[in-house]
């Protein structure tokens, strides 16, 4: 509808149309922020891989490491909660299949994208040889993974062989702030 024609009386919809915008932005803030994973409350994403790694090795037959390349810079939270999710994916496949004694976990942060890597020495597999996903099984980890990464415009690729261990490469593009998105 159209703004009275007095100027006092116009100015008193604009007040009142920013204050809805104002307060829509915040309630949008608090659905993110609870969207946020757990692992990730109260630390960075390096921070959460990290207790991820000495988790899986205290509770599992795994010695996971983690490492961090290039300087952290702030992800938004839809790129850290997809890579969290990844590695918790990776890793726990690792332990369900691979039947590994080390697994890698790298994040790199390089300019203009950021990178997971998880890299395991156990059995492998043939990655064209997989069946489709399985949900009664809980078999979604590859497909969900892949989905993940093309919702935020990233790529996934595995590399692996029977014997030979198994390599994921989840790769997210990324343009840093120039003010950092800052999760609550």
């Known amino acids: 509808r159209a703004l009275p024609e007095r100027p006092d009386a116009a100015a008193g919809h604009v007040v009142a149309a920013r204050q809805a915008a104002v307060d829509n932005l915040a309630e949008a803030r608090r659905f993110v922020a609870a969207l946020t994973p757990p692992a990730l409350d109260g630390t960075t994403l390096a921070g959460a891989l990290e207790r991820l790694c000495a988790t899986t090795s205290a509770r599992h037959r795994v010695t996971a490491r983690f490492h961090l390349t290039g300087v952290p810079l702030p992800l938004p939270t839809a790129h850290e909660v997809a890579l969290l999710r990844i590695a918790q994916s990776a890793l726990a496949n690792t332990v369900r299949h691979a039947d590994a004694t080390t697994a890698e976990v790298t994040l790199s942060h390089l300019g203009d994208h950021v990178a997971l890597d998880v890299v395991d020495d156990g059995t492998g597999f043939d990655p064209d040889g997989l069946p489709p996903a399985d949900p009664e099984a809980g078999g979604f980890g590859l497909a969900a ?40």
Do not use: K, N, Q
Not at 164 to 178: D, E, I, S, V
């Open 145 to 184: 993974m892949r989905a993940r990464l093309d919702a935020l415009g990233g790529t996934l690729s595995i590399e692996s062989a029977p014997g030979r261990g198994t390599a994921l490469a989840a790769r997210l593009p990324f343009t840093p702030p120039t003010e950092p998105e800052a999760r609550p």
